[in-house]
């Protein structure tokens, strides 16, 4: 089993008196073990759309989103990030998620740890090339507040509610874990998939998944601060 000792303190140095002064992390994401699961793979792609004859896949726009989010609540957010295998069943994916949180020991006790959350990264489809939305996806009542935090924050991608769907959905079913699936926008909307393309940063990044990254952070962190407090760290 992997050990990692956890110390969530931030030291502040006090330029008024020449004293360090330790203090508490704030951060509602630090120390937390934050589950992915980029939803589809290669085979089974889900959605997809063609723009200027280039093919884009749910299952890409899902990979790229996952990546990208696992680097930013790592850092500088100090989060514990662990990503499920792209593997053919949903329950295989939950089940590999779950030993990889099992194999931190945060409290070095020896006991592996269970992971806080699990958030199912998807992008929708429609038949209809304009239609656009956001929706998340829970299956549990304790997923709820997940699920609404996450939705509250993705909404401004599309500013087009279609609400928080209750059901027994994919990765949210197994193992009684806090779960939730974001369908953050279409990806079969040609203006979206268009902007994934081709709405690039100075440095390459695809404008799009950094915008969805920011909203997922910051519906995660909701999340835990609504559950802690506002504060960071693990029960001890």
């Known amino acids: 089993m992997k050990k990692i000792t956890f110390l969530s303190v931030a030291l502040v140095l006090t330029l008024a008196t020449g004293n360090l002064v330790a203090v508490a992390d704030t951060n509602p994401l630090t120390g937390k073990i934050i589950a992915l699961d980029a939803g589809h793979d290669e085979v089974a792609y889900g959605a997809s759309n063609v723009v200027d004859g280039v093919l884009v896949t749910e299952a890409e726009v899902n990979w790229n989103v996952v990546q990208a989010l696992k680097a930013k609540l790592e850092i500088p957010n100090g989060a514990y990030v662990v990503v499920a295998e792209r593997l053919s069943t949903r329950r295989d994916r939950v089940n590999d998620a779950v030993a990889k949180c099992a194999a931190f020991d945060l409290n070095n006790d020896g006991v592996g740890d269970k992971c806080d959350v699990l958030v199912s990264v998807h992008h929708n489809g429609s038949t209809d090339p304009t239609h656009d939305g956001t929706l998340t996806i829970?299956?549990?009542?304790?997923?709820?507040?997940?699920?609404?935090?996450?939705?509250?924050?993705?909404?401004?991608?599309?500013?087009?509610?279609?609400?928080?769907?209750?059901?027994?959905?994919?990765?949210?079913?197994?193992?009684?874990?806090?779960?939730?699936?974001?369908?953050?926008?279409?990806?079969?909307?040609?203006?979206?998939?268009?902007?994934?393309?081709?709405?690039?940063?100075?440095?390459?990044?695809?404008?799009?998944?950094?915008?969805?990254?920011?909203?997922?952070?910051?519906?995660?962190?909701?999340?835990?601060?609504?559950?802690?407090?506002?504060?960071?760290?693990?029960?001890?």
Request: charged share 25%.
């Open 138 to 236: 829970y299956t549990q009542k304790s997923d709820q507040p997940l699920a609404k935090a996450l939705y509250d924050s993705l909404l401004k991608l599309t500013n087009k509610p279609e609400g928080m769907l209750n059901g027994g959905y994919g990765m949210t079913v197994y193992k009684n874990l806090v779960s939730a699936i974001t369908e953050a926008y279409y990806i079969t909307n040609d203006e979206k998939a268009a902007r994934y393309l081709n709405d690039l940063n100075a440095d390459g990044t695809r404008k799009l998944v950094i915008e969805e990254v920011d909203a997922q952070v910051k519906g995660i962190s909701d999340y835990f601060a609504s559950q802690t407090g506002g504060k960071g760290g693990r029960p001890r």
